[in-house]
């Protein structure tokens, strides 16, 4: 697709006036609110370049999960009494020269790329049969850059734990609380009700369908963990203690299923992260479903924040 | 045939266009929350219904078509309840809308 249409470069205009709005507006509300209008226009773009990966982790992660994240710290940092100044005109200015340099460089490059623009795009398609996978970006994350991908699940955890540090000292091992009291009986348990089934099948289809189309652990699992908060929301599921060890065992089990896979190539393929000959499809699914386990629950539980309640004993 | 289809298909969508347009204005200008949140709902109501309705003749096989009334279905479940949600909020005199 070379041409340009109209729709396009009306949404190119629509997603750099939300994009300018949520920059400008002060209220943290409406800014969140923008951000996720803009997440979601982001992943529309994505689409009509065919990036369909890319689009459906940028609804999912980038603009549903994180706008979720970005409203209770606000909610929170509202309820809190300023401690600190607002910052300075001198820093506000610093910022916006940064952010508008590493916008620029981004744009020169796009503009003037590089003589041949260096691409591993032909290496990897053609490896692609090795792995026995359909799908070039699964292919990429999870044979070709394994490294990289067991890395960010540890990224995800670690997170969490940032998050659970946050706790008071009695309220350690307890249970978080979610910003709304569950309203039994409400519109949101109503879809507390309803929506969970699908939502949990359409996961895990698109986890399943990852290896050769798009979708895939990370897109699945946050389907899932939204679904889990929906539940949690309308009081249908209990919310978990962080002390209790099912929720510990499925929060580490993809990167430590992960781990010991990588761990095992050193004596089954001669190499880290290397998988046998033959049965690189099998683990690869295999790493991915304990992935999707451990991104769903890592995604509800850092969404939901630190634990808030003391252990009942 | 194929011109009797094109012809539905044109008047359905063009229909549900009109709708959403009618919403967004609905939205843009009338008084208080509540009348704003039946003017979103009903754009999404008939207007996303009437644009899954003229796009079914033209859906690849039954299961697309399927898949096109459930994007409906679940638009329908989300929107009410997020109107029912607010809707409780401007009720308890907090609003955030």
Request: proline content about 6%; overall charge positive.
């Amino acid at each position: 697709m070379t041409a340009i249409s109209a729709p396009d470069i009306g949404l190119v205009l629509l997603v750099l006036g939300v994009a300018a709005w949520t920059t400008a507006v002060r209220d943290a509300f409406a800014a969140v609110i923008g951000f996720v209008a803009y997440g979601l226009l982001l992943a529309l773009l994505w689409v009509r370049l065919g990036a369909i990966d890319v689009a459906l982790t940028e609804a999912a992660i980038g603009s549903g999960l994180t706008g979720m994240l970005l409203l209770r710290a606000g909610a929170r940092a509202k309820a809190t009494q300023p401690t600190a100044a607002p910052p300075g005109k001198l820093l506000r200015l610093a910022a916006a020269v940064l952010c508008a340099t590493v916008a620029a460089g981004l744009a020169s490059l796009v503009l003037y790329p590089p003589g041949p623009a260096p691409s591993l795009a032909p290496a990897a398609a053609a490896s692609l049969p090795a792995t026995g996978l359909g799908n070039p970006v699964t292919a990429v994350l999870l044979a070709f850059r394994a490294f990289d991908t067991f890395l960010e699940k540890v990224v995800l955890l670690l997170a969490l734990i940032g998050v659970w540090s946050l706790a008071a000292d009695g309220h350690w091992g307890g249970a978080p609380t979610l910003p709304w009291p569950a309203d039994r009986g409400g519109a949101l348990t109503f879809l507390a009700k309803i929506l969970p089934p699908v939502g949990i099948v359409v996961g895990l289809y698109v986890f399943w369908t990852g290896a050769d189309h798009p979708g895939g652990a990370f897109q699945g699992g946050a389907i899932l963990s939204a679904m889990w908060l929906l539940a949690m929301l309308g009081g249908v599921a209990s919310v978990p203690p962080v002390e209790d060890a099912a929720l510990r065992l499925a929060l580490v089990a993809g990167a430590a299923l992960f781990l010991a896979t990588g761990l095992a190539g050193f004596w089954v393929a001669d190499a880290f992260l290397a998988y046998p000959e033959g049965y690189a499809k099998a683990l690869i699914i295999g790493i991915e479903a304990a992935m999707t386990v451990s991104v769903a629950a890592t995604l509800a539980l850092l969404v939901a924040g630190p634990p808030a309640r003391g252990v009942r004993r | 045939m194929s011109l009797v289809v094109a012809l539905f298909t044109l008047i359905t969508v063009t229909a549900g266009a009109f709708f959403f347009l009618a919403g967004t204005v609905g939205l843009l200008r009338f008084p208080d929350t509540l009348t704003r949140l039946h003017a979103l709902t009903k754009a999404d109501n008939l207007g996303l219904g009437l644009v899954v309705l003229g796009l079914l003749p033209w859906a690849d096989g039954l299961f697309s078509a399927l898949k096109l009334v459930c994007i409906w279905l679940l638009v329908q479940f989300a929107g009410a309840t997020a109107a029912q949600l607010i809707a409780q909020l401007v009720r308890r005199g907090r609003s955030h809308a």
